[in-house]
RNA sequence: GGGCGAUUAGCUCAGUGGUAGAGCACUGCCUUCACACGGCAGGGGUCACAAGUUCGAACCUUGUAUCGCCCACCA
């Protein structure tokens, strides 16, 4: 005997384990089944499951639970993500609260391999909690993107694309983030608005020069001039002024024609810099002249290229403070040394005050770089890195996206898509970290006789290969001499070697390059590495390319977009059919959810309080494409209700010996309301397989909790009452068999969103199944082999309206509801009355009806009621309430005769009946006819009440 | 600055040319033998605004307003 409701916290832990013992989570390996494969996202070693993996998973799952039942080879590959930066943090913080020495002093190899002890210790956790979830990930095939294979694979593309000029070093402006002291690629910046401040600074002009710069008054109109010997330039960085190789007018801003190709005299540094004319320089935008930072601005960088400024780098790249070699040559002062550059900031601008040249300040909102995992100010900076060409690469991409290869579902997200791929910048995936991939590259000495490879050919020369030794052998190539491989952690390289006869070094020392790779180089190749490439192995030729990729929108930059350019360079082919873009999971009031915020709803807190499937279904069913979801504890509960109330549907089956049927005979069950549900579980079985087909997630969970609820709990089980509790045998074993059939098949269409239920109930219904059977998730999905019986429809459909109806106006009528109330059929016609006496039982007991007569003349101190055009049926009751009996009618009275004077307008317009199709017009004219057939009946019942 | 999306019942959202829908919340009744995590019955909307196309517009077109997000080099 079932208990009264479901118990997930005893019973899906016990569920999963069992799945997982039995190896339910493998591909079938069937050779003559439909490949179906995912590869997961893969989540952060590092991370904690939040409501964004929780909706990203269940997705995978529903996917991958419905194509395992319809007999496909499904694989979901699942692994964690080393997430260099999050992971190196993790660590850090770690030593520090153990009052440990820093990474720096305790060298790369011994912080590597703490990293290690930590990941084999704590790392992904995030794993569990996705079996918590239910997901059915083949976990014996696990992978990690700093497994051996998969470096094996990142190695092999970083050399090749170096071979093949896709990837180069390049020396340029990059946003280097402070905090981490580490290069991120455009991605990883946030825009945020800040308040921030103009300085207003007076730059000195050289040489005694003057202009005459207008004046203008409060309401800004030009009053007249003021002669100036300094002009103004406003900045938000004043510190970056220590770097100035410029200040850029607009060529046609009158106001300083005459000032370009003078000079102006740095105040601090005492340089001389050049006004230049530059269309950059907005006449707008602050003063309209603008100074010039090339080393550490993205705009001015440009502007320096096109004047040929210099590029001065006034902070450390060690840490952002005024250092540096460039420094020295910038004539910067020494107390400025070693100031943080906000301090730096600061010291400016009181160095300005002083010498009165600060000509005001303005409070204004800037927008500000921002490193998205360390939040503070990105600086952009000159430094060497490694870049990608990913303006190559997109175009492939571009392409198959185009040709249909690949498909974004919603298809708006194409449009992003492009959009970014089209305008697509180099890619730098150099990290001055430790935690990663380190970059095959060994630097030696330069060598006169050719150019090293990269587009700034620096003071290196660059050998790159899979392995240090085969990247010796290349440079013993190169010098003809020996070469030695140089210890790690020795910044920089020995050219310092004696140079031989014929210009060559006699010995020479390669360093490996410091830098590891950006976390989403390895993970752009997951959905091949995984499966083992660079070797040709079945899985990989069985399961690549995958698909489906499932994620959220503002991964599609990050992951999806260098997912489709690494496969298509490496694999030829697309990384997966379909990428699904879901929404993102929002608080009830539509706000992102974070912990700074504190409105962040932790998964398994609701997982605990309400089940796994409670979560998965409330999700499901707000999954609507192209909307965000606003989850709430409240929506999450109705879900459980929802279990609950299946849970009870199959409690009753029990109770009525409502088993698992071997199978149904369709054409030989005989009662209509087995037929009309074998009906309508086609349809719902239609429904269900086509929303998950077309990833409309929320449309199969949708028709599944109508049909669930209202279909099957409200009126079924209502409906086969009176028969299960009746003498008919054969309609009674008919009625158990056909219960129970649709109850196992309405198991198997939630099992993929539900499937700890669901599973649950099929095993404790196993009576009458064989053991063979097994596991609900290894059943077969269910095919529209059921029937469509319209007859047996509109019978059951109008007993369901009766009693609705009947229901309604006892209501209304005030009739208490344990009264029965005598019922008789007037001048009904032979077919209704049959109709009606085949279902007197379930009339009686729903609608609490005394009796049911048959009666050709309305009953004395009778309420009638008009069901449908041509029943007319009557409530007798000793104390009807009048008043109510005409309010009602009076109503649906007023209400029909809105409805036939506007349909008769309409069908009164001769364009309408000429041009609209005829069917429309037929279908008005019908309506026109039964509404006042029913108008009549109505009206004389109406008269009859006035009789009373 | 560019792009995308949203605006339908108190709330969350379906509905893409033919009589405005669901869930939750709300109101009333009901401890009826699966379920009070329940049942039955209700109330509640000029479909943001304006113009246009059409016999007919929540739906198509254009514009406006408000909100949200993404991208973009921080004077």
């Given at each position: ?8 916290a005893e019973?899906?832990p016990?569920l999963?384990?069992?799945w997982e013992?039995?190896g339910?989570?493998k591909?079938?390996g069937?050779?003559d ?5 995912i590869v997961?996202?893969p989540?952060?070693?590092t991370g904690?499951?939040h ?7 269940t997705l995978?799952d529903?996917?991958?639970?419905f194509?395992r039942?319809r ?12 997430a260099?930066i999050?992971?190196q943090m993790v660590?850090e ?11 720096r002093d305790?060298?790369r190899?011994?912080?590597?391999a703490?990293?290690w002890?930590?990941?084999e210790?704590?790392g ?7 079996k918590?979830?239910g ?9 990690f993107t700093?497994?051996e294979?998969l470096s ?7 050399v ?8 180069y ?8 983030d ?6 991120i690629s455009?991605?990883?910046?946030d825009?945020?608005?800040?308040n921030?401040?103009y300085?207003h600074?007076r730059?000195?002009l050289a040489d005694?020069?003057t ?5 203008k008054?409060e309401d800004?109109?030009?009053t007249?001039?003021e002669?100036?010997?300094?002009i103004?330039v406003?900045t938000s960085?004043?510190?970056?002024m220590?770097?100035d190789t410029?200040?850029?007018?607009h060529?046609?801003?009158e106001?300083?024609k005459?000032?370009?190709g003078?000079f102006?005299?740095?105040p601090i540094v005492g340089?001389?810099v050049?006004i230049?004319?530059d269309?950059?320089?907005n006449p ?6 603008v100074?010039i930072t090339?080393?550490?601005d993205?705009n001015?960088?440009q502007v320096?290229e ?10 450390s790249?060690?840490?952002a403070?005024?250092?540096?070699a460039?420094?020295?040559?910038a004539?910067?002062?020494?107390d ?6 906000f301090k730096a900031?600061e010291?400016?601008?009181a160095?300005f ?5 600060l000509?005001?300040?303005e409070?204004?909102?800037i927008?500000q ?5 360390s ?6 900076w000159?430094?060497?890195?490694w870049?990608?060409?990913a303006?190559t690469l997109?175009?492939p991409?571009i392409?198959?996206?185009r ?9 708006n997200w194409?449009?992003?898509y492009y959009n970014?791929m089209?305008n697509i ?6 990290r001055q970290l ?6 095959p590259a060994?630097f ?9 490879r990269s587009?700034?050919?620096?003071p290196?020369?660059?050998?790159v290969?899979p392995t240090a030794?085969e990247?010796?052998a290349q440079a013993e190539?190169?010098?003809?001499c020996?070469?030695?491989?140089g210890?790690?952690?020795?910044v920089g390289?020995?050219?310092d070697?004696p ?6 070094y006699t010995?020479?020392d390669l360093q490996?390059?410091e830098d ?5 180089f ?11 490439w660079p070797?040709?192995t079945d899985?990989l030729?069985?399961?690549?390319p ?11 930059f990050?992951w ?12 030829g082919?697309?990384?997966?059919r ?5 929404a993102?999971?929002?608080d009830?009031?539509?706000q ?5 915020k504190?409105?962040?709803?932790d998964?398994?807190d609701?997982?605990?309080e309400?089940?796994?499937?409670a ?7 707000l999954a609507?494409?192209?909307r965000?979801?606003?989850l709430?504890?409240?929506?999450v509960e109705?879900?459980?209700?929802f279990a ?6 199959a409690?009753?089956a029990?109770?009525?010996e409502?088993g698992a049927?071997?199978c149904i005979?369709f054409?030989?069950v005989?009662s209509p309301?087995?037929r009309?549900?074998?009906s ?5 079985i239609?429904?269900?397989?086509k929303g998950?087909?077309?990833f409309r997630f929320?449309?199969?969970a949708g028709a599944?909790?109508k049909?669930?609820w209202?279909?099957?709990c409200d009126?079924?089980?209502e409906?086969?009452?009176p028969l299960l509790?009746?003498m008919d045998d054969g ?7 056909v ?7 309405t198991l198997?269409?939630?099992h993929?969103?539900?499937p700890?239920v669901?599973?649950?109930l ?8 064989t ?8 059943q ?7 029937l ?12 369901i309206d ?8 006892r209501?209304?009528?005030d009739i208490?509801?344990?009264t029965?109330v005598?019922?008789a ?6 077919e ?7 279902h007197e039982d379930?009339?009686?007991r729903l609608?609490?009806?005394e009796d049911?007569a048959?009666?050709d003349a309305?009953p004395a101190?009778a309420?009638t009621l008009?069901f449908?055009d041509t029943?007319t049926?009557l409530v007798i009751?000793?104390?009807?309430d009048?008043?109510a009996?005409c ?6 009275l007023?209400q029909l005769?809105k409805d036939?004077?506007?349909?008769e307008?309409?069908?009164a317009?001769?364009?309408f009946v000429?041009r609209a199709?005829e069917e429309?017009?037929?279908?008005n004219r019908?309506?026109?006819r039964?509404w006042?057939?029913?108008r009549?009946?109505?009206r004389?019942?109406r008269?009859?009440l006035?009789?009373?």
């Open positions: 005997m079932l208990d009264q409701r479901f118990d997930p019973a899906e016990r999963y384990k069992a013992t039995k339910c989570f591909p079938s069937n050779p089944a439909e490949v179906y494969s997961i996202p989540p952060n070693v904690v499951l409501m964004g993996h929780a909706l990203n998973n995978q529903i996917l991958i639970r194509e039942m007999g496909k080879n499904v694989l979901w590959q699942p692994g964690t993500d080393h260099g999050a992971t660590v913080r770690q030593l520090a609260e153990e009052g440990n020495v820093s990474r305790m060298g190899d011994a912080f590597v703490r990293v002890e930590w990941k210790q704590s992904g956790s995030i794993v569990n909690q996705l918590r979830l997901a059915s990930c083949d976990w014996s095939r696990e992978r700093m497994d294979g094996k694979a990142v190695t092999k593309v970083f090749d694309l170096y071979n093949k000029g896709l990837i070093r390049d020396k340029r402006l990059v946003n280097w402070p905090h981490f002291q580490t290069a455009d991605l990883e910046v825009q945020r608005e800040v921030g401040h300085w600074l730059y000195p005694g020069v202009y005459e710069h207008p004046v008054d800004g109109n030009v007249g001039t002669t100036r010997n300094y103004i406003a960085r004043p510190e970056t220590l770097g410029g200040v850029a007018v060529p046609e801003d106001r300083y005459g000032l370009v003078k102006v005299e740095l340089r001389r050049p230049i004319a269309e950059y320089a707008e935008k602050g003063s309209g002249a100074k090339p080393a550490h993205f001015d960088f320096g096109r004047a040929g400024l210099a590029k001065l780098n006034i902070l790249a060690v840490a403070i005024v250092d540096g460039e420094a020295d040559a004539g910067i002062p020494a400025y040394r070693g100031l943080d550059r900031r010291k400016v601008i160095d005050e002083a010498a009165e040249l000509d005001h300040i409070n204004v909102k927008e770089p921002f490193g998205d995992r939040n503070v100010v990105i600086e952009p000159m430094t060497d890195q870049y990608v060409d303006k997109a175009q991409a392409a198959a996206v040709e249909g290869k690949t498909k974004f579902v919603p298809e194409e449009k992003t970014w089209e910048q180099p890619w730098c995936v150099s430790w935690w990663g991939h380190r970059i060994w030696g000495p330069p060598s006169d006789d050719e150019g090293c587009k700034t050919s620096g290196f020369r660059i050998f290969a030794e990247a010796k190539e190169f010098y003809k020996r070469v030695n491989l210890p790690d952690n020795t390289y020995r050219a070697q140079v031989g006869p014929g210009n060559r010995e020479v490996h390059d590891v790779l950006d976390t989403w390895s993970s752009a190749l997951w959905p091949f590495s995984t499966q083992g070797d040709q899985d030729k069985t399961f690549f995958t698909a489906t990729v499932v994620t959220a929108f503002d991964i599609i990050f999806v977009a260098r997912m489709m350019m690494m496969s298509l360079e490496f694999m082919e697309v990384p997966f379909d990428a699904y873009i879901h993102l999971v929002l009830e009031k539509g992102k959810m974070s912990k700074s504190g409105n962040a709803m998964p398994l609701l997982i605990n309400y089940g796994a499937d979560l998965r279904f409330a999700m499901s069913r609507g494409q192209g965000n979801i606003r709430s504890k409240q929506v109705g879900n459980r209700n609950t109330k299946l849970w009870n549907a409690r009753f029990e109770m009525n409502c049927p071997a005979d054409p030989t005989e309301v087995n009309w549900i074998l309508e579980l086609s349809t719902c239609a429904d269900v397989t998950i087909e077309d929320n449309d199969a599944l909790y049909f669930i209202n279909t099957f009126w079924y089980v409906l086969i009452k509790g009746g309609a009674k074993s008919e009625t158990r068999q219960c129970g059939y649709v109850l196992d098949e198997k269409l939630l993929p969103f539900m700890f669901t599973e649950e099929w095993e404790r219904r196993a009576t009458g199944r053991a063979e059977q097994g596991f609900l998730m290894m077969q999905w269910p095919a529209f082999t059921g469509h019986d319209k007859a047996a429809s509109d019978e059951i459909n109008w007993v009766l009693i609705t109806e009947i229901r309604s106006l209501n209304d009528l208490p509801a344990g029965k005598p019922f059929l007037v001048n009904a016609g032979d209704i009355e049959a109709r009606a006496m085949r379930v009339l009686k609608a609490r009806l049911i048959i009666t309305t101190g309420v008009v449908g029943v049926a009751a000793d104390l009807v009048i008043d009996a309010k009602r009618l009076d109503k649906e007023a005769d036939i004077t506007s349909t307008k309409k069908l317009n001769a364009d000429a199709p429309i017009v037929e279908e019908e309506r026109v039964d006042t057939a029913r009549e009946k109505l004389a019942a008269k009859g006035e009789g009373l």
